[in-house]
Every structure is written in C-alpha cells, then in structure tokens.
C-alpha cells in the first residue's frame, strides 16, 4: 500500500514540475550529438526532481499525520536477481519458521485455494493479490524474524534465476514431459478460453533448495 501511495506522490510531483513555469536544469549536450541526447538528459533531470518532490511532500505529509512512516523507513521490494545469495537464503529459509508437516506456510495455501473461484475473473483480482502478498510479507518480519522485503520476479520464467533450479532458487523445471496438452482456462465456466502452452518441464523436480 506504502507503495501505491508513494506512486500517488510521483505522479504528484512529476505534474508540478511539469507545470511550473521554470525551466528544469540540464545539461548541454556535446557538438553534433543526437538531438534524442538532449530529450534524455531532460527527461533524467525531471525524474530527478519529481523523485526530490515526492520525498519532500512524503515527508511532510507524515509530520502532519504524526506518523512513524519515513523516507529511511519505506520497505522496498527488488527483484529475485538483484539479491545477494544470503538475502535469497534467508528468505526461503526463516531463522524461526519451525519445520514439519502442518507449518503457518499452510495457513497461506490454503487461503489461495479456497479463495480461488471467488477472487479470479473479478475486479478485485489485483487488489486481493497486492493484500494477500502484504500480509504474506508483514509475516514473515513479524512472525519468522526476517528482516527483508517480499521479493518480486520481473524477468522470464526461464532466464529468472527464481526458478533456475540452483540452492538459491525456489525451484526447478522439473524433468520434461512430451506432448502434453494446452492448459485451457475458462472454457467451462461460459467464458472465453484462455490458452497457456505446455511448458518445457512438467515432471518430478530434482534441484533447488526446496526439493
């Protein structure tokens, strides 16, 4: 949500610089460059100063509210990629998450399979998921003393080193099964069919840490 709102504040921001009569500084560009140099360098500065505005208006906005939120405090969520291998282990593997057949862990699929017919193919569909992955998040800091952010994955399934099958990844491919047929999704509930190809995997998976 931290997130959504400072959204808000940047589009804020980027509208009053844009609208203000001063122009924002920038740098000349050298002899005989490409006129779309000048349009990137004014494009960088005005992010520059839309990201300086945001801060400021974030930052006064919590005085105002006496709220404990900060700049230094917002929680920040980075791709799967970007992390260190100690931040990627230590986010699949919680320091107090107590190991067994029943975890808390279960408390979330649940949640996911029992809510699946309602929450799918409706408005909500987003908003539910950002909710869902938030409480997912606060867990983890609150009840298993992780210390990071939810991480988030950006990239292709299969150049994402989230599933790369490696001991710092949440799991393989699993071993590749032939000709099994399209995944065909709403066709039985009246709706139009959406069709998902089959994948390169499909089978028992043999890496990752989590096997």
Not at 30 to 58: H, S
Not at 150 to 157: E, F, K, R
Not at 165 to 188: A, C, F, H, K
Request: aromatic share 10%.
């Amino acid at each position: 949500m931290r997130a959504g709102y400072l959204a808000i504040l940047a589009f804020k921001a980027a509208s009053a610089v844009m609208g203000s009569p001063t122009p924002v500084p920038h740098a000349t560009p050298e002899a005989g460059a490409p006129e779309a140099t000048d349009g990137v360098v004014q494009f960088a500065d005005l992010v520059a100063a839309a990201f300086d505005q945001a801060q400021a208006i974030a930052e006064s906005d919590a005085q105002k509210r006496s709220s404990t939120c900060s700049w230094s405090n917002i929680h920040i969520r980075r791709e799967w990629g970007t992390l260190s291998t100690t931040e990627k282990k230590a986010y699949m593997t919680p320091k107090s998450a107590a190991p067994g057949a029943k975890t808390r862990f279960d408390d979330w699929v649940a949640t996911h399979i029992n809510q699946t017919l309602t929450i799918y193919y409706t408005g909500n569909f987003l908003a539910w998921y950002r909710y869902f992955t938030w409480l997912y998040e606060e867990a983890l800091r609150n009840e298993c003393s992780y210390t990071g952010t939810q991480p988030t994955a950006v990239t292709g399934l299969h150049s994402s080193p989230i599933f790369d099958g490696s001991d710092t990844s949440m799991s393989g491919d699993g071993v590749y099964i032939p000709d099994q047929e399209d995944i065909i999704l709403g066709r039985s509930s009246g709706l139009p069919p959406i069709y998902l190809p089959a994948g390169t995997g499909g089978g028992c998976v043999t890496s990752s840490q989590l096997d």
